[in-house]
């Protein structure tokens, strides 16, 4: 079923806290090399079968870990791009001839990187894109997800590390941007979102000087990932062995 080939990146890891300020929602250009069929955004979308119940849990205060990194506008957007999307061009990169994401400049460890944006989701099958390689788990226990095959920012554009590098040097966290609310004092709240995030330097081992310039950003979709994709391609060659036979 079609359901069960899903891919799905893993979910995030929950991290430590920082700064408090508003989020920027100001047209951005867009980065170099993005394609053309992809819109560019700058917040996250929502499914219609994305409820406001479902919508209002993101923001619910049992939901605001204080552990999670506030994340400030003028980083969400900086002034000057700390990221850039760039063709591979070596031949023994397992990702050549797509995209990956490199660092611009030196991005210290433990730093926010930028978020995961795309289509928010329920897992239903009929909500879903089973044919997507963007597709991020956003929350486990809503039945959320990310996808950013149709449209999302940079961050789409993260390779994962197996046979480019021996580790990850960065990850998917949960952390806190604010957005506009109407119905609260101050008229804004607080809301979930998954950022991608240099690792610390007691995770990253040998990398604890956190990403260089002209480095490519990797994480880690998990096993996960590569499991249903080897599920995928087995089915794809049962199917293509099985017409071989009938013939
Ligand atoms: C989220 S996208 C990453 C961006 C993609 N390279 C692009 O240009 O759009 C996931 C896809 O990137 C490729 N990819 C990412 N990491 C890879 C790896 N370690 N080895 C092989 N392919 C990889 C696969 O085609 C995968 O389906």
Redesign the pocket.
């Known amino acids: 079923m079609a359901t069960l080939l899903r ?1 799905t ?1 893993p979910s995030k890891i929950r991290h430590p806290a920082n700064v408090v300020v508003k989020i920027e929602r100001e047209p951005t250009p867009l980065p170099k090399n993005w ?1 053309t069929d992809v819109q560019f955004i700058n917040d996250q979308t929502y499914s219609a079968a994305v409820t406001p119940d479902l919508r209002d849990a993101l923001s619910r205060i049992a939901n605001l870990n204080n552990s999670l990194s506030k994340i400030p506008a003028a980083i969400l957007r900086p002034s000057h791009p700390i990221i850039a999307i760039q063709t ?1 061009a070596p031949q023994t ?3 050549h001839g ?4 490199f660092a611009a400049q030196h991005l210290p460890p433990d730093s926010f990187i930028c978020l995961y944006l795309g289509l928010v989701h329920t897992n239903d099958a009929s909500d879903s894109d089973p044919a997507s ?2 597709d991020l788990s956003y929350d486990r226990d809503l039945a959320l997800s990310i996808d ?1 095959a149709k449209s999302g920012n940079e961050s ?9 590098a021996a580790r990850p040097n960065a990850e998917f966290r949960d952390c806190l941007v604010q957005v506009a609310s109407e119905r609260r004092a101050g008229g804004v709240k607080w809301e979930r979102r998954v950022g991608i995030f240099v690792l610390s330097a007691g995770k990253a081992g040998k990398r604890k000087a956190g990403i260089g310039q002209g480095e490519e950003i ?1 994480v880690s ?1 998990g096993k996960g990932f590569w499991d249903s ?1 080897h599920a995928a391609a087995m089915v794809k060659l049962e199917g293509e062995l099985k017409g071989q036979t009938l013939e």
Do not use: Q
């Open positions: 891919v990146m394609p591979i990169h397992p990702a797509e995209c990956g994401l390689n963007y950013s789409r554009f993260a390779n994962d590390y197996r046979g480019i990797l979709y994709r």
